[in-house]
């Protein structure tokens, strides 16, 4: 599972970028395997109501594509049917009632060409409500998920507004459960000192936060007052990054990493051994056909689809038969 962190300044900043969301999603499908469940969280100044983050597949490209419809489109195409296997709603609630601004309606389309959807309203103690994620009643904050990661949610809820972390926004509060093995790897002689978060001495945090506020409000007033390049932002995010860790040392103070290395065996490597860097280029190719028809349904970029299934599909099924014909060889 992925999980991308997310900041994009409001769409009348100076420095806001019309092409925020695309270079979001370029960096997601580089990075993102392809059976990833993928999740972004952060602050996006998207207002988008009620709008729809799903598309229901228009039944007369189903029916022209249909011949050409393999497993891995179909799929794609009927993805938000596990949201209604999981029982988590498709009509989403909020109490933003403004109307949604231009970067909530990109918001949504990213959703749409990514099968990337909403939480907030929709799962946890939020479902049903969709509260506000700053203290102007405004949702502007998401946790966007994909389907199969909802089964994974166990809590989802928006904190009540706090000066102490933020002087507009609430905190989504976010905790995911799931099964995984572990095995034992040779004892390291070095171990990692490790923080954990103790809800009895959060005061202590606090305490230790609040005495040294000094630091902080000096910190943002340098960022106001320098010349906001990538050197400056850098070094100002570090020393703040250093002081909050300093303050929860000194509050919970550290502990050794005595436990097993975990390792996740619960996704399984899918790849088959007839499925070789020429499936994979074909993929690539059909992953990248789908990508450009979501984003402008032309009749170009869907003959290029159909054209990309078609290939693929050929390739998977040579590469099979070859592979049955040399275990065949070697059996007799």
């Given at each position: 599972?992925?999980?991308?962190?997310?900041?994009?300044p409001?769409?009348?900043?100076?420095?806001?970028?019309?092409?925020?969301?695309?270079?979001?999603?370029?960096?997601?499908?580089t990075l993102?395997?392809?059976?990833?469940?993928?999740?972004?969280?952060?602050?996006?100044?998207?207002?988008?109501?009620?709008?729809?983050?799903?598309?229901?597949?228009d039944?007369?490209?189903?029916?022209?594509?249909?011949?050409?419809?393999?497993?891995?489109?179909?799929?794609?195409?009927?993805d938000y049917?596990?949201?209604?296997?999981?029982?988590?709603?498709?009509?989403?609630?909020?109490?933003?009632?403004m109307?949604?601004?231009?970067q909530?309606y990109?918001l949504?389309?990213?959703?749409?060409?990514?099968?990337?959807y909403?939480?907030?309203?929709r799962?946890?103690?939020?479902?049903?409500?969709?509260?506000?994620?700053?203290k102007?009643?405004?949702?502007?904050?998401?946790?966007?998920?994909?389907?199969?990661?909802?089964?994974?949610i166990?809590?989802?809820?928006?904190?009540?507004?706090?000066?102490?972390?933020s002087?507009?926004?609430?905190?989504?509060?976010?905790?995911?459960?799931?099964e995984?093995?572990?095995?034992e790897?040779?004892?390291?002689?070095?171990?990692?000192?490790?923080?954990?978060?103790?809800e009895?001495?959060?005061?202590?945090?606090?305490?230790?936060?609040?005495?040294?506020?000094?630091?902080?409000?000096?910190?943002?007033?340098?960022?106001?007052?320098?010349?906001?390049?990538?050197?400056?932002i850098?070094?100002?995010?570090?020393?703040?990054?250093?002081?909050?860790?300093q303050?929860?040392?000194?509050?919970?103070?550290?502990f050794a990493?005595?436990n097993p290395?975990?390792?996740?065996?619960?996704?399984?490597?899918?790849?088959?051994?007839?499925?070789?860097?020429s499936?994979?280029l074909k993929?690539?190719q059909?992953?990248?056909?789908?990508?450009?028809?979501?984003?402008?349904?032309?009749?170009?970029?869907?003959?290029?689809l159909?054209?990309?299934?078609?290939?693929?599909?050929k390739?998977?099924?040579?590469?099979?038969?070859?592979?049955?014909v040399?275990?065949?060889?070697?059996?007799?």
């Open positions: 599972m992925s999980i991308g962190c997310v900041y994009i409001p769409e009348n900043s100076k420095y806001a970028s019309k092409d925020a969301f695309e270079e979001i999603e370029r960096e997601m499908v993102r395997d392809d059976e990833q469940l993928c999740s972004l969280i952060g602050d996006f100044n998207a207002r988008t109501g009620t709008l729809l983050d799903f598309v229901i597949p039944e007369n490209l189903v029916e022209v594509l249909d011949e050409n419809l393999n497993d891995e489109i179909t799929d794609f195409l009927y049917q596990n949201l209604i296997s999981l029982k988590i709603p498709l009509k989403r609630c909020s109490e933003d009632k109307r949604p601004n231009t909530g990109k949504v389309e990213f959703c749409k060409r990514n099968n990337l909403i939480t907030g309203g799962t946890g103690s939020d479902k049903g409500i969709g509260k506000a994620t700053t102007d009643n405004s949702l502007i904050d998401y946790f966007i998920v994909s389907s199969n990661l909802f089964k994974y166990e809590e989802y809820e928006i904190i009540p507004f706090d000066a102490l972390f002087d507009v926004h609430k905190r989504i509060h976010v905790k995911l459960t799931t995984v093995t572990t095995i790897k040779e004892k390291s002689s070095h171990k990692r000192k490790t923080i954990k978060w103790i009895k001495d959060k005061h202590k945090f606090i305490e230790n936060i609040r005495k040294n506020e000094e630091k902080v409000l000096d910190l943002c007033n340098e960022i106001e007052s320098s010349k906001k390049d990538n050197h400056d850098n070094r100002v995010i570090t020393s703040l990054t250093n002081f909050y860790s303050a929860a040392k000194d509050s919970f103070g550290t990493n005595k290395i975990k390792k996740n065996h619960g996704a399984k490597n899918r790849n088959k051994p007839w499925f070789n860097k499936c994979k993929r690539k059909f992953h990248s056909a789908k990508y450009k028809y979501n984003k402008q349904k032309s009749i170009n970029n869907k003959n290029s159909k054209r990309a299934s078609k290939e693929y599909k390739r998977n099924k040579q590469m099979f038969s070859k592979l049955s040399e275990d065949r060889k070697r059996a007799s």
